[in-house]
């Protein structure tokens, strides 16, 4: 597989965010009492590839799919979403060279398995959407709805996410965003790149006419 350079002239994608590294993924609020929290979190992760992610050739072959588009791709039920990896293999083809893919775990999973699936994203420069729950995330000792957001930045005590229904950069401890962790399927949505038809978009692109 053809490596992806990343030495462009784009600024660094991290920043700094209470003494811990973040990426620089934008930010947006979904609709109030809509249940498009996923939708949201998937339009940043895109933006984030389209415009920060530090590689020309990947910034400019992504596309990024607003919420409504999102919704047609996506499977969303009277109470909310509910996606599997039929709905992230046919969101992927929309998104080339982004590839989406749902990671679970049956039963509880050891409690690195969270932040070993983050680091991993990190080390390529790429967020991770977690599932959780969005009462135990606010620091409630009480089930609620379950919500995604985009995991952003992880240090020794804290994590910083990007929440649809909070802002940018927000920061929780670790261990209430790890508890808060979808007590039911243990679900993390991962990203990766298709380094082949990145290359092959630059190669269409340098064709002379």
Known sequence: MTAISKADSAPSPWTEVQGIDALRVPGHTQPDREPECLLYSMWMTLQYVNSVYPSEPVREATPVLRPEKLKQIITIREMGWSPDQDDLDALSEETDPVGWEMKTWAGAPPMNTFYEVVKDGFDEELPTIAVVDAMRLQGRDQR??????????????????????????????????????????????????????????????????
């Open 144 to 209: 609620g709805p379950l919500h995604a957001v985009v995991v952003t930045g992880l240090g020794d005590r804290k994590i910083v996410v990007n929440d649809p229904w909070g802002s940018m950069y927000d920061v929780y401890p670790r261990d209430r965003v790890a508890d808060a962790w979808d007590t039911t399927l243990n679900r993390l949505i991962t990203v990766d790149l298709h380094e082949q038809s990145t290359l092959q978009h630059t190669l269409t692109e340098d064709e002379p006419e």
